[in-house]
């Protein structure tokens, strides 16, 4: 949780203009200061929304943030609403980027509720830089919900003076090679093709099965970008292993941006199920489950075997008494999976 100092020099120093003032929203107004304590310099760049909104008591127009105290960036929305007091300095806001659907986000909330904070100021700088269109919809505690719709053209003009005070903007013409998550795409990457994860014999015999969710940065030729791989949920631990060295030499289509291909952060789920091999949510192709029992292997046949199985439906293994629809002789070269 941010210091509530900070919190609260926010919503004191940026007050909100109420519809009387003449000022129109849709340009960035920029500001230099110093800060107190510390004496550094600070820079705030201020966009006034397109539309006013009319509340039960007040009129106001919400105004968008971004600034740089203490070499720290910062992007916040100034709403106007305090709405309840209560200890959970959160609020769920719905972000539309262009014509997509929207998005539901957690923002941070001032002290007195009238500011909520982008909780990664890079990311919507980068995200506002290619998508400029975006509407708000803030839903305030005991208060009506309202919308504020903004224009960012002309962002890129100023950022080379917001980065010089702050280390962590965006620099001038970033934005294409930064990650973006899968809301703030155009077109979604998409999953090509990727090698059979091991499912083991044992495993499957326990009856061991579940999906595996693997998060992966996904790069503009769309490989997975080494050291991204992380497991954020699974159904057993002992399928971790099979499943991260599977996603890691997927190939997608990239995910895009204003036609351009660009980094993109995914959730690839692989669900291994008994019997039926494994899927992955979005592949085009089931693999086919292969079985091969040990003593068949590769490792335990150096001079070469042949063996006579049957396939059945789902390409399972089955002993050769009963009626065969399909007979073949596989070299030892068809290794156990």
Same mark, same amino acid.
């Given at each position: 949780?941010?210091?509530k100092l900070a919190?609260?020099?926010?919503? $004191?120093?940026?007050?909100?203009r109420?519809?009387g003032?003449?000022?129109?929203?849709?340009? &960035?107004? $920029?500001? *230099?200061s110093?800060? @107190?304590a510390?004496?550094?310099?600070?820079?705030?760049? #201020?966009l006034?929304?397109?539309?006013?909104?009319?509340a039960?008591?007040v009129?106001?127009?919400p105004?968008?943030y971004?600034?740089c105290? =203490?070499d720290?960036l #910062?992007?916040?929305?100034?709403?106007?609403?305090?709405?309840?007091? =209560?200890?959970?300095?959160? %609020?769920?806001v719905?972000?539309? &980027?262009?014509?997509?659907p929207?998005?539901?986000e957690? &923002?941070?909330?001032?002290?007195?509720?009238?500011?909520?904070?982008?909780?990664?100021?890079a990311?919507?700088v980068?995200?506002?830089?290619?998508?400029p269109?975006? *509407?708000?919809?803030?839903?305030?505690?005991?208060?009506?919900?309202f919308?504020?719709r903004?224009?960012g053209?002309?962002?890129?003009?100023?950022?080379?003076?917001?980065q010089?005070?702050?280390?962590s903007?965006?620099?001038?013409g @970033?934005?294409?090679?930064?990650?973006?998550?899968e809301?703030q795409v155009? #077109?979604?990457? #998409?999953?090509?093709s %990727?090698?059979?994860p091991?499912y083991?014999? $044992? +495993?499957?015999?326990?009856? !061991?099965?579940?999906?595996? !969710?693997v998060q992966?940065? !996904?790069d503009?030729?769309g490989? /997975?970008?080494?050291g991204?791989?992380?497991?954020t949920s699974?159904? =057993?631990? @002992? +399928?971790?292993?099979?499943?991260l060295k599977a996603v890691a030499h997927?190939?997608f289509?990239?995910?895009r941006v204003?036609?351009?291909a660009?980094? *993109?952060?995914?959730?690839?789920?692989?669900?291994?199920?008994?019997?039926s091999?494994?899927?992955?949510d979005g592949?085009r !192709?089931?693999? %086919?489950n292969?079985? /091969?029992?040990?003593?068949?292997?590769?490792?335990a046949?150096?001079?070469g075997?042949? %063996?006579?199985?049957r396939?059945?439906p789902?390409?399972? /293994?089955?002993?050769?008494?009963?009626?065969v629809?399909?007979?073949?002789s596989v070299?030892?070269?068809?290794t156990? *999976?």
């Open positions: 949780m941010r210091s919190l609260i020099l926010a919503a $004191l120093v940026l007050p909100l109420g519809e003032q003449e000022r129109q929203g849709g340009a &960035w107004q $920029l500001t *230099t110093r800060s @107190a510390p004496d550094q310099p600070s820079v705030t760049l #201020e006034d929304a397109l539309n006013v909104v009319r039960a008591v009129t106001f127009r105004a968008l971004l600034r105290l =203490n720290k #910062e992007a916040f929305l100034a709403t106007g609403a305090t709405g309840t007091r =209560n200890s959970d300095y959160r %609020m769920i719905h972000l539309r &980027w262009g014509d997509r929207p998005a539901e957690t &923002w941070s909330r001032s002290t007195d509720y009238s500011v909520v904070f982008a909780p990664d100021p990311a919507f980068r995200q506002l830089l290619a998508t269109e975006m *509407t708000f919809e803030v839903r305030p505690d005991n208060a009506d919900p919308v504020a903004f224009n053209e002309g962002l890129r003009a100023h950022l080379a003076t917001l010089t005070r702050c280390p903007a965006p620099a001038r @970033a934005g294409f090679d930064s990650v973006y998550t809301t155009d #077109e979604k990457a #998409e999953l090509i %990727m090698p059979d091991e083991a014999p $044992l +495993l499957r015999r326990a009856g !061991i099965r579940g999906s595996v !969710i992966a940065v !996904i503009t030729l490989r /997975v970008v080494p991204s791989l992380r497991v699974s159904a =057993n631990g @002992a +399928l971790d292993e099979p499943a997927a190939v289509r990239p995910a204003q036609g351009h660009v980094r *993109t952060r995914l959730r690839v789920p692989v669900k291994f199920t008994d019997g091999g494994y899927s992955v592949c !192709i089931t693999p %086919m292969r079985i /091969v029992p040990d003593k068949f292997s590769r490792s046949n150096r001079n075997r042949s %063996m006579l199985m396939c059945g789902q390409a399972q /293994v089955s002993p050769l008494p009963t009626s629809t399909a007979a073949a070299p030892s070269s068809f156990s *999976t």
